[in-house]
C-alpha cells in the first residue's frame, strides 16, 4: 500500500520540481503517470520535459498514442494506461484513495503562492487521509525539503 506525497512549492516552480521527482522515480525503475486537469498543460509539460539537457533526459509522451502502455513517463488527463507504480498529480488533478492504496506512491505538488492550489491540496489531503492512506507533507519553505507533517495509514 502506497502513500501520498503533498509537494508543497514555494521555491521552485513546477518545471524545476516535477523532472528531478521523476528522476528519482524513475531510479526506482517505476513507470510514472503524470497527471493534469488539461490537455494544453499536458502540452506545456511535455514541452519542458524535452527541453532539458541530454543527459537529464526524461523518457515520456502524452497519453492518446500507440505506444501508451509501454511508456515509462505518460502525461494524461485521466486514465493511467502505463500500468504506473508511481502517479504524480499536478494543477489539482484529482487522486482518489484507491489510486493510492494501488501505487507505491501518490505525489501531489501544488504551488504554494497560489492560494486556492493550497486549499484544494488540503481538501485532497483530508479526504485522503479519511478514506485511511497514509499521507506525507513536504515544503521546500526553508530552502530544502523537508517533512513537516505524517499522517500513518489507517488499518
Not at 539537457?53 to 515509462?72: K, N, S, V
Not at 504524480?88 to 492504496?101: F, L, T, Y
Amino acid at each position: 500500500m502506497g502513500e501520498a506525497y503533498f509537494y508543497h512549492l514555494t521555491r521552485q516552480p513546477l518545471e524545476e520540481a516535477l523532472p528531478r521527482l521523476l528522476t528519482i522515480a524513475l531510479s526506482r525503475e517505476w513507470r510514472i503517470a503524470v497527471r493534469a486537469q488539461d490537455g494544453r498543460r499536458l502540452d506545456w509539460l511535455d514541452q519542458r520535459l524535452w527541453m532539458g539537457r541530454d543527459e537529464d533526459f526524461l523518457p515520456h509522451g502524452i497519453a492518446g498514442g500507440p505506444h501508451d502502455a509501454l511508456q515509462p513517463v505518460l502525461l494524461t488527463t485521466g486514465a493511467l494506461a502505463n500500468d504506473p507504480a508511481c502517479l504524480m498529480a499536478v494543477d489539482g488533478a484529482e487522486v482518489a484513495a484507491e489510486e493510492v492504496r494501488a501505487m507505491e506512491r501518490v505525489c501531489i505538488l501544488f504551488d504554494g503562492m497560489d492560494e486556492m492550489a493550497v486549499d484544494h491540496a488540503r481538501g485532497q489531503w483530508k479526504a485522503l487521509t479519511g478514506a485511511g492512506c497514509g499521507a506525507q507533507y513536504w515544503s521546500e519553505e526553508s530552502g530544502k525539503w523537508e517533512q513537516k507533517a505524517r499522517k500513518e495509514a489507517a488499518g
